[in-house]
């Protein structure tokens, strides 16, 4: 059975950094291709980055660029979410998800708040 | 970006009645593999998303054969034919043929 077991999420000021991680067990972690997604409180669904299941391709969301990075660690089928400079609107909870097209496992999410 | 629309954003259903939610993309879901990249999730109140149908009609496995998905090029259909209690919760569809990968608003779907 596949799984996925995000944790990190916590209470912090804006301008904060935080690292998520998701644990992932049940199929084969490093040939699949990985993803975060998020979603704000009362709001739909948002696609964060991804990552290619070697972690030689990223992707991340504008929103995020240059504050955000994805990372793997494919011996400790890890996938990691370095997040810095934290804003208000980076309040939500946070999904690992298997699949980059068309994301087939999600986990129960993590959640991150950000606030003064 | 790809902007994916969805229609109507609620839905008030009885038991028991069909159900159809659309969705549709501003530009072609094909990919050059020849795949259409559309799926639809449901998201249970308090629950994390689970994916129903990928790539426009493939159903998941455990989802339920009233659940179906249809639709091409940039027109996309999921269809409940007879609506259960259980399904009550917010339906998306996705695109993942380019980035950012791009959600519709949401379908919140109610019994009546």
């Known amino acids: 059975e596949v799984q996925l077991l995000e944790s990190g999420g916590d209470l912090l000021q804006p301008g904060g950094s935080l690292r998520l991680s998701c644990a992932a067990s049940g199929f084969s972690f490093s040939t699949n291709d990985m993803s975060w997604f998020r979603q704000a409180p009362g709001k739909g669904l948002e696609w964060v980055s991804s990552i290619s299941a070697s972690g030689d391709k990223t992707f991340h969301a504008d929103s995020v660029k240059g504050r955000f990075s994805i990372s793997r660690d494919n011996s400790k089928n890890t996938l990691l979410l370095q997040m810095n400079s934290l804003r208000a609107e980076d309040t939500a909870l946070y999904y690992c998800?298997?699949?980059?097209?068309?994301?087939?496992?999600w986990g129960q999410g993590t959640l991150v708040n950000v606030s003064s | 970006d790809v902007v994916m629309t969805q229609s109507p954003l609620s839905l008030s259903v009885t038991l028991g009645q069909p159900a159809s939610i659309s969705c549709r993309s501003s530009?072609?879901?094909?990919?050059?593999?020849?795949?259409?990249?559309l799926s639809w999730f449901q998201q249970r109140p308090g629950r994390s998303p689970r994916r129903l149908i990928y790539k426009v009609s493939n159903r998941d496995s455990r989802v339920p054969d009233r659940f179906s998905g249809s639709g091409s090029g940039t027109d996309f259909t999921l269809k409940i034919s007879r609506v259960e209690a259980e399904d009550v919760g917010v339906y998306y569809c996705m695109q993942g043929i380019q980035w950012p990968r791009t959600f519709g608003q949401g379908t919140k779907l109610e019994i009546k």
């Open positions: 530009q072609s879901l094909v990919y050059s593999d020849g795949n259409t990249y």
């Open positions: 998800t298997r699949g980059t097209s068309h994301p087939g496992d």
